[in-house]
């Protein structure tokens, strides 16, 4: 916890307009009117306080966490990568949460019910702590890509959502990490709606140093809470 660190402004060439027109429904959500800033008091300069204690020994391998009688389908893979702040400091012991659909492309929530499989043995979700120096590692499955319905045969790329809250409130980032090479992520909108200069950030690294032979592909992926080189926001 920094209660008393001082942020710079959030930099806003870094992350997606509020409505991006090609991605529909911002639209009807997106504020039109300016905003208004706040000054920062102590209740967004400090933020939730969360432990190893909160975190299982499975919560970190969705391989295994969500397992009934059979290991999930799909190709198993590593990501991992270092949390810093808007100074290129790593942020230790902050938790990191994922959400991702499956294999076949399926969310496990009840309004995911596009004709793909659900995996009775692959629920979705993770969650791990960084380490001392900032560092995070998940196995999982890779997700499949999906139809969804903002416009004639949308498909959205292979993604991963993550959630941090980082030492406080101000820092909190959601945010999507894409695969390299993925040709759909030319014909996602809400891809498409990051600056062009930001867009690489959300597309992960293939690692031959971060593969296990015979187990799992590896991709890092770094994400930095603030600042001119910050992760763009998840507009989804």
Same mark, same amino acid.
Request: charged share 20%.
């Given at each position: 916890?920094?209660?008393?660190?001082?942020?710079?402004?959030?930099?806003?060439? +870094?992350?997606?307009?509020?409505?991006?027109?090609?991605?529909? +429904? *911002? !639209? !009807?959500?997106?504020?039109?009117?300016?905003?208004?800033?706040?000054?920062?008091?102590?209740?967004?300069?400090?933020?939730?306080?969360?432990?190893?204690?909160?975190?299982?020994?499975?919560?970190?391998?969705? *391989?295994?966490?969500?397992?009934?009688?059979?290991?999930?389908?799909?190709?198993?893979?590593? $990501?991992?990568?270092?949390?810093?702040?808007?100074? =290129?400091?790593?942020?230790?012991?902050?938790?990191?949460?994922?959400?991702?659909?499956?294999?076949?492309?399926?969310?496990?929530?009840?309004?995911?019910?596009?004709?793909?499989?659900?995996?009775?043995?692959?629920?979705?979700? =993770?969650?791990?702590?960084?380490?001392?120096?900032?560092?995070?590692? #998940?196995? *999982?499955?890779?997700?499949?890509?999906?139809?969804?319905?903002?416009?004639?045969? %949308?498909?959205?790329?292979?993604?991963?959502? #993550?959630?941090?809250?980082?030492?406080? #409130? $101000?820092?909190?980032?959601?945010?999507?990490?894409?695969?390299?090479?993925?040709?759909?992520?030319?014909?996602?909108?809400?891809?498409? =709606?990051?600056?062009?200069?930001?867009?690489?950030?959300? $597309?992960?690294?293939?690692? !031959?140093?971060? *593969?296990?032979?015979?187990? %799992? !592909?590896?991709?890092? #992926?770094?994400?930095?809470?603030?600042?001119?080189?910050?992760?763009?926001?998840?507009?989804?």
């Amino acid at each position: 916890m920094r209660p008393n660190t001082p942020y710079t402004p959030r930099d806003w060439d +870094s992350h997606p307009p509020y409505i991006v027109p090609d991605y529909r +429904s *911002t !639209l !009807l959500r997106g504020p039109k009117k300016p905003l208004i800033p706040l000054p920062h008091s102590l209740s967004e300069l400090t933020g939730p306080v969360f432990g190893h204690d909160v975190v299982g020994p499975l919560d970190h391998d969705l *391989t295994r966490n969500g397992v009934v009688n059979a290991e999930p389908l799909g190709e198993r893979i590593i $990501v991992t990568g270092k949390v810093m702040d808007e100074a =290129g400091r790593p942020v230790p012991h902050t938790l990191v949460e994922l959400w991702q659909a499956n294999a076949a492309g399926r969310y496990v929530h009840r309004w995911d019910q596009h004709a793909a499989p659900l995996d009775p043995n692959f629920f979705g979700g =993770g969650r791990t702590m960084t380490d001392a120096e900032g560092r995070y590692r #998940f196995i *999982t499955i890779k997700p499949g890509a999906y139809p969804w319905g903002n416009h004639h045969n %949308a498909w959205r790329p292979n993604h991963i959502h #993550f959630s941090l809250f980082g030492p406080s #409130f $101000v820092t909190r980032l959601v945010t999507q990490m894409y695969f390299p090479g993925d040709p759909l992520l030319a014909f996602d909108p809400i891809y498409q =709606g990051i600056p062009e200069s930001a867009r690489e950030r959300l $597309v992960s690294r293939f690692s !031959l140093d971060v *593969t296990e032979p015979m187990m %799992a !592909l590896g991709y890092e #992926f770094d994400i930095v809470l603030r600042g001119p080189r910050a992760t763009p926001i998840d507009e989804d």
